[in-house]
Structures are given as C-alpha cells and as structure tokens.
C-alpha cells in the first residue's frame, strides 16, 4: 500500500488547509485512514481518523476546528483545517490500516505516508 499526502503549506494565524491523502496498492482491505502529526521536538500525535463506515475521532486539540472526511474517491480522505494556530505547525502524516482495532490506536496503523508540511505563521 502506498499513500501519497497533498496540500500541506504556509498560512497566517486562523487561516485554512485542506490536506488530502490518496492509497493506492493493495488496498482491497483498507478500513480507515487517519491523519497524524509531529511537530518538531514533539511524539506523534493523532489529528483525526476516519473509517470507510465513516466513523470518526479527533485529537482533542484539534476537535471544533479540523474536520475529516472520505474523499469523492475511494480510499482516499480529506482533513479541512479552520481556524489554524502556531502549535498546529509540525508535519502530517497520513497513515491507513488493515487490521481492525479502536481508530485512535497508532499500533493498528500499518502503511504510513511520507508527509507534508504545515506551517502557521504568527
């Protein structure tokens, strides 16, 4: 499986992005895709997660502003972000799974894409 994320950039303080993420492959089993971020000196963290039954979770530092959703296309998925802040700035990742577990659990994610940049500018 492979995955390839989009639409990372540069944007003012309460400014928007739209990330996307694409999997391509063998992606017959596929049942989420979630978004995860790293910010420089910082673990991992989840961002939000979707399955293909359209479930939801967010990280709560982002709940009330990101939004994720399933692509037009299968096996893909978008993450609207409004209202962006500085601590948003760090490097997406989007990562998708096979096996079945709670979507917040990282250790059920099992391809993960190479990621994209955001960066929120004061």
């Known amino acids: 499986v492979q995955l390839q994320a989009s639409g990372g950039g540069l944007v003012q303080t309460g400014g928007s992005l739209r990330l996307s993420c694409a999997a391509s492959?063998?992606?017959?089993?596929?049942?989420?895709i979630a978004w995860y971020r790293q910010a420089p000196g910082e673990e991992r963290e989840l961002v939000a997660a979707?399955?293909?039954?359209?479930?939801?979770k967010y990280g709560d530092s982002v709940k009330g502003r990101f939004t994720i959703s399933r692509g037009k296309v299968k096996n893909t998925a978008d993450l609207q972000m409004d209202s962006l802040k500085p601590e948003d700035t760090a490097v997406y990742y989007c990562a998708t799974r096979q096996s079945i577990g709670p979507l917040l659990r990282e250790t059920f994610y099992d391809y993960w894409g190479q990621g994209t940049l955001v960066t929120v500018s004061s």
């Open positions: 979707v399955s293909t039954a359209g479930n939801t």
């Open positions: 492959g063998n992606i017959a089993n596929i049942n989420a």
